[in-house]
Every structure is written in C-alpha cells, then in structure tokens.
C-alpha cells in the first residue's frame, strides 16, 4: 500500500479556510491528491476528516456520516452570511431562556431546513454564494435533514451555547437562524466547533501544523469500515490476485470477518457498498453486491 494512504483527523483552526488547513498535510505528504469529509467554514474550529492517496475515493462515504458540534448562538442580529463574517441585516430584541427552550423540540428529528445563501451548494448550475456575493437574491430551497439531539448547554442573556447532534447535509448556521425567529428573534453564529464525524473524534485530531504521517494516518480496518455504512467482507487467499486485477469474483470468495460485529450502517444508515480485507488485514478496495451479481467500485493499489 502506497504510504500516503490512509486517513488523518486534523483540529482546524479559527480563521483559515478548510483548504489552507490542509496545505500542511499536503506538503508533509508529498502529495495533493487529499481529500477531506465535509469542510468548516473559516471562523468555524473542529474536525476536519482528512483522506490521502487512494483513500479519497472513500470520501462519499465520510461525507455521508452524521455530525455532532458545539454551537455559540448571538442573538439580536442576524446577517447574511449567518456567521460573524457577513453583514447585518436584521435586528430584533432577545429572546429569554424559556423561549429558547421552548422552540427547542421543534428542531429535533426529522426537519425541512433552507440552507444558508453563503453555501457552496448549487444553484441553476452556479455555487450559491458565488450569486449571493454579487447581490443577487438568491431563493435556496428546504430540503430534509435529521437533528438527533439538540441541547442547550447554557445562556448568558444574549448568546447561547447549544450541542447539536445531526445528519450530514445539516447546516448550523440555518439552524441558528430558525431557531431565532421560532423565539421571536433574530440570530447568527458566534462561533462553531465540530467535535466529531462518524466514529471519529476532535480529541483525536492533531493540529496541522503537528501532522505526522508516520503517527497519524490511519487505515481502514473492519470496525471502521461498518461505522462508516460498510460491510466488512473478508477475500480468500487464492482470489486476491484475481481481485487485483478486477476479475470476475464469486459468492465464496468472500466471508464476514467477524459474523458477531454490529451489522453495518448502525452509525451511517443503510449499507451502501462491502469494504473487502485480506487474510492478513488489509484494505484492498469497495464492492457492490446485488441480485444481479458483484460489481467493483474501486481497489487500492498494491504495495511497489
């Protein structure tokens, strides 16, 4: 397996873009080919997933895992970017901490959420922000989205610091937003820390800046694999060589590594593809397997 493949959780700091974060990482590894699972804003911290080499093929599958983060809510104004980067462009009196509370439950489970103006999604063919900052208006349609848990952890009167647990595709922003006029306010985001995607965790990030290859890439193992929607699939000995080369595999030439692990997709949903290990551990590539037989979505490259 080439060295510079496998996957990195990197602490971004405030006021740098997703992209500078990962400049570091990529000089260190020699490489540009590095993904990442979902980028932070610029005033945003936390955790960006990083995904080097032939692992970047993986990243759909990171993108698509669920998101817990740290939010602080300034109420009183709201602006267009929703963040503390934009201008103000609405004012209202602040909420009490009742009133949060109250509008809480109805941002929980299953919402229709309209995605900030200032996003990356697109729109007739264009990034949305890109019309946002010529001053168009721009209409971004509700679309669905989970919240699994949101708390809020304390209120000082005038900003509020909420835990939010939720399905990829999320934004916080809206959520502040919302949240906001649901009290009979106006709102933006003070700041933002992402504290994990899927199994992964901040507090087992590393500063870009600290990025050691050799220490803090990780491989894809059969534990991570299931979290990430995945199904473990163990390949005989005597098939790898067909599988390298994307020959035809048959229903006996894989087995489950551990018939007792947690069935995949617990963590991410459904399962959408078989993540295929050697006798010997190691990552060898995704599959799709269906009725109509089994088909490759990518291999890794063998080790030179």
Known sequence: MSPVAGIAAISKP?????FAALSPIKRSLGTARVGHAGTLDRFATGLLVVLA????RLCPDFSSLGKTYVATILF??????????GEVVARASLPDREGIEKALPGFRGKIMQAPPAYSALHVNGERAY???????????KARPVEIFALELLDFDGEKARVFVRCSS????????????????????????????????ALEDAVAPADFDPGRDLRLLDPALASALGLRPRLLAASAEKR???????????????????ASPGEAAGASHGSAVFSVEGAFLGVIEEGETGIRYRFVMPESP
């Open 169 to 200: 595709g999320t934004y916080v922003r809206s959520l502040a937003r919302d949240l906001a006029l649901a009290a009979g306010s106006r709102a933006r985001l003070e700041a933002l820390e992402r504290r994990s995607i899927g199994p992964l």
């Open 130 to 140: 890109e019309k946002a900052l010529r001053g168009e208006a721009v209409e971004m």
């Open 76 to 85: 009183g104004e709201e602006t267009d970017t929703l963040d503390p980067e």
């Open 14 to 18: 405030a006021g740098i873009t997703s």
């Open 53 to 56: 080499g032939p692992y970047s």
């Open 243 to 261: 599988f390298r080369n994307g020959g035809v595999l048959l229903p006996a030439d894989l087995s489950t590594p551990v018939p007792d692990a």
